[in-house]
């Protein structure tokens, strides 16, 4: 037996852990992406994975909102870091946008009774 040979059970053992290995991941992916219970973002720019779009950003940070706006609509998702971030660049789109939290708004302030 010449040291080139390699045994026929660990060729198989290296295919059969080779055709295993995609399975927790393609599952790992589906309960990420098809079972999230979080709502899906508005549209934005492609960001890169570790700072976002914060390249996007310059001195002029009005203008470059109006000129993703365009592109992308009035409401938009913005990637800084690791916060997401939801831009409305409209009346519209903010009345919207804030419509749901204006019982929270309305309640009042939340007193807490102090402790002696």
Same mark, same amino acid.
């Given at each position: 037996?010449?040291?080139?040979?390699?045994?026929?059970?660990?060729?198989?053992?290296?295919?059969?852990?080779?055709?295993?290995?995609?399975?927790?991941?393609?599952?790992?992916?589906?309960?990420?992406?098809?079972?999230?219970?979080?709502?899906?973002?508005?549209?934005?720019?492609?960001?890169?994975?570790?700072?976002?779009?914060?390249?996007?950003?310059?001195?002029?940070?009005?203008?470059?909102?109006?000129?993703?706006? !365009?592109? %992308?609509? #009035? =409401?938009? &998702?913005?990637?800084?870091?690791?916060?997401?971030?939801?831009?409305?660049?409209?009346?519209?789109?903010?009345?919207?946008?804030?419509?749901?939290?204006?019982?929270?708004?309305?309640?009042? !302030?939340? %007193?807490? #009774? =102090?402790? &002696?």
């Amino acid at each position: 037996m010449d040291q080139t040979d390699i045994p026929v059970w660990k060729t198989d053992m290296i295919f059969f852990l080779l055709l295993l290995l995609p399975i927790p991941l393609f599952f790992r992916y589906i309960k990420k992406h098809v079972f999230s219970k979080n709502p899906p973002l508005p549209p934005g720019p492609f960001s890169w994975p570790i700072i976002g779009n914060i390249h996007q950003m310059g001195r002029e940070l009005h203008s470059i909102l109006a000129n993703l706006a !365009r592109v %992308h609509g #009035p =409401l938009m &998702s913005l990637q800084l870091g690791t916060q997401t971030i939801i831009v409305a660049s409209s009346p519209a789109a903010a009345r919207e946008f804030l419509r749901p939290m204006t019982k929270f708004c309305q309640a009042g !302030r939340f %007193h807490m #009774p =102090l402790q &002696s």
